[in-house]
């Protein structure tokens, strides 16, 4: 059974710096895909990057990149030059490849970006 | 571009009460889902469906019943609510079950058993 797990459960940074949010899955599955969404306050939640398994370059989107180490079943989300509108949570989320799965989530990490 | 849209916004139960909660999409999507979020908690899959009249069970579908009528439209029908629940019920449309496909969600049904 596929199992996504986000031990941090709040992070608070700086403006401009950079923040990493981690995220660890299980599958059994050679074959899957990753997903963060962000959640914002008033609980809209939108897709912001993914990363296919087979793919062995991180993806990038924007101000977010990832860190995907597939020995360790991890997959890390880095936000660069944060905003404060980057404040909010951030969902991990794991779909196994084959025809009849559907996406998992984890707990979520609440970011926080002060001025 | 396209939207989805969930029916009501708040939902107040009683006890034992069976209540039913609706999402529409436009997005011409094939798939659908319905998550369950408690309070400062992650979302969990209750029911999803990979087309029209199809279900299949998530992780969390004891005590819930859906259907998927036409493609738009995916219902779920809380059988019984339990009393002081409180969460949020999640919609979401992807295009298929390719895998690599995002969801899109809708805002939301917040649902309070008094």
């Known amino acids: 059974a596929q199992k996504v797990t986000q031990t941090q459960t709040s992070i608070s940074v700086m403006e401009k710096t950079t923040v990493t949010m981690d995220c660890v899955y299980e599958?059994?599955?050679?074959?899957?895909?990753l997903f963060w969404y962000k959640q914002t306050a008033s609980g809209e939640i939108v897709f912001l990057i993914r990363q296919d398994s087979y793919k062995k370059e991180n993806a990038t989107v924007g101000h977010y990149s990832l860190n995907f180490q597939k020995p360790k079943s991890s997959i890390g989300l880095i936000i660069t030059a944060t905003q404060i509108e980057d404040s909010a949570v951030y969902f991990c989320?794991?779909?196994?490849?084959?025809?009849?799965?559907?996406?998992?989530f984890g707990a979520g990490t609440k970011l926080t970006v002060k001025p | 571009g396209g939207i989805i849209t969930q029916t009501p916004k708040f939902l107040i139960g009683q006890e034992g009460q069976k209540l039913t909660l609706k999402c529409q999409q436009n997005?011409?999507?094939?798939?659908m889902y319905w998550y369950r979020q408690d309070s400062g908690k992650g979302l969990r899959l209750i029911y999803y469906s990979i087309t029209e009249n199809d279900l299949q069970k998530g992780d969390l579908s004891e005590g819930y019943d859906a259907s998927r009528e036409k493609k738009s439209s995916f219902s779920l029908t809380v059988t019984s609510a339990q009393k002081n629940e409180m969460a949020v019920f999640l919609c979401?449309?992807?295009?298929?079950?390719?895998?690599?496909?995002?969801?899109?969600f809708g805002p939301g049904t917040r649902l309070t058993v008094l």
């Open positions: 979401a449309s992807s295009t298929g079950l390719g895998g690599r496909d995002e969801q899109y």
């Open positions: 599958t059994q599955d050679s074959s899957y895909f």
């Open positions: 989320a794991m779909r196994e490849g084959n025809n009849n799965n559907a996406p998992r």
């Open positions: 997005f011409n999507h094939d798939t």
